[in-house]
């Protein structure tokens, strides 16, 4: 089978920000992408297979509602009269005038069609500065390839950026390239409760709180609670300590969910001790505790003795 090879979730690196205001990505978009493995290389009878296997293997019941023939068209007005919900507007072969004035084009043109379309911007610059006023979401690195050093690149580039989206313009951090998934890929991209988390209403930020040589910890807000990501990036597994007053902001009894196995791990007090697999993450979310302020310098401090433990 070839249909489902890339599948897009913009991941939620996201902070509070007003997009583009045509009704559309109040969440982060789902759905299927065509370029990285079909290229130009799309025809009708790809697109009729790629949707019927999106419906047969449960990922449009999951959330999954775009399919996009990626790149080779244009035409505003075209894409309206087919009925197209969806565009993603690339920078290849460019006429070299400026990237904002090429991009507010396109978006005044879909406008213009009285079809509202989640408009995906696609350059290679510092679209995440201007984007917001433009389109619906925004490609914030060059191409994924099929490699761990290249999600590590992108995961990266993603740590200072975050204030930059949120509902309804939001980093894309490029397409997950799952190729011809066997069942435990499926089971991580249909994952209900994993969806959940990429789609909360609230759209607040995940934000790195630790950075280590071998692990990052990132928390956010949630709008039933808040979650903690912990990633290990080495080539053993580790234990990963997730500290809730440095790391969360949060004190007294803390209830944990592991979303992945979708299991709840009960109560506790100050931490929460987890083993990560090599290249794996824990993805864990909160609910309880009481807020606090911190001493941001404190905090900083508390974290670089970590690192070196």
């Given at each position: 089978?070839?249909?489902?090879?890339?599948?897009?979730?913009?991941?939620?690196?996201?902070?509070?920000?007003?997009?583009?205001?045509?009704?559309?990505?109040?969440?982060?978009?789902?759905?299927?992408?065509?370029?990285?493995?079909?290229?130009?290389?799309?025809?009708?009878?790809?697109?009729?297979?790629?949707?019927?296997?999106?419906?047969?293997?449960?990922?449009?019941?999951?959330?999954?509602?775009?399919?996009?023939?990626?790149?080779?068209?244009?035409?505003?007005?075209?894409?309206?009269?087919?009925?197209?919900?969806?565009?993603?507007?690339?920078?290849?072969?460019?006429?070299?005038?400026?990237?904002?004035?090429?991009?507010?084009?396109?978006?005044?043109?879909?406008?213009?069609?009285?079809?509202?379309?989640?408009?995906?911007?696609?350059?290679?610059?510092?679209?995440?500065?201007?984007?917001?006023?433009?389109?619906?979401?925004?490609?914030?690195?060059?191409?994924?390839?099929?490699?761990?050093?290249?999600?590590?690149?992108?995961?990266?580039?993603?740590?200072?950026?975050?204030?930059?989206?949120?509902?309804?313009?939001?980093?894309d951090p490029d397409m997950l390239q799952i190729r011809n998934p066997p069942n435990d890929t499926l089971k991580v991209v249909l994952n209900p409760e994993i969806i959940a988390l990429n789609q909360d209403p609230l759209g607040k930020s995940v934000n790195i709180a630790q950075r280590s040589r071998f692990f990052d910890i990132w928390t956010g807000e949630l709008s039933d609670g808040h979650v903690a990501l912990l990633f290990n990036r080495a080539e053993i597994a580790m234990k990963i300590t997730l500290d809730f007053k440095y790391h969360c902001k949060l004190e007294d009894e803390i209830s944990i969910r592991d979303l992945w196995e979708r299991k709840d791990l009960g109560y506790f007090v100050k931490s929460f001790t987890a083993k990560v697999p090599k290249h794996g993450i824990k993805v864990l979310k909160i609910k309880g505790g009481i807020p606090i302020n911190i001493n941001e310098s404190l905090s900083l401090q508390h974290i670089e003795i970590y690192r070196y433990l």
């Open positions: 089978m070839t249909w489902i090879h890339p599948i897009f979730i913009v991941a939620s690196f996201i902070g509070i920000v007003l997009g583009l205001e045509n009704g559309l990505g109040r969440t982060p978009p789902m759905g299927w992408n065509s370029w990285n493995h079909f290229g130009c290389n799309v025809d009708e009878n790809l697109i009729k297979e790629t949707a019927d296997a999106l419906i047969k293997f449960g990922f449009a019941d999951a959330g999954y509602q775009y399919l996009n023939v990626d790149d080779c068209w244009e035409d505003a007005e075209i894409f309206a009269s087919w009925g197209i919900d969806y565009l993603k507007y690339d920078n290849c072969h460019n006429d070299g005038s400026p990237e904002k004035q090429r991009y507010t084009k396109m978006k005044d043109a879909l406008i213009a069609s009285g079809r509202p379309i989640f408009f995906s911007i696609c350059e290679w610059g510092k679209p995440h500065l201007w984007g917001a006023e433009v389109g619906n979401s925004w490609r914030t690195t060059g191409d994924i390839r099929v490699a761990w050093d290249s999600i590590l690149s992108i995961l990266r580039r993603q740590q200072d950026i975050t204030q930059y989206s949120g509902p309804g313009g939001w980093n």
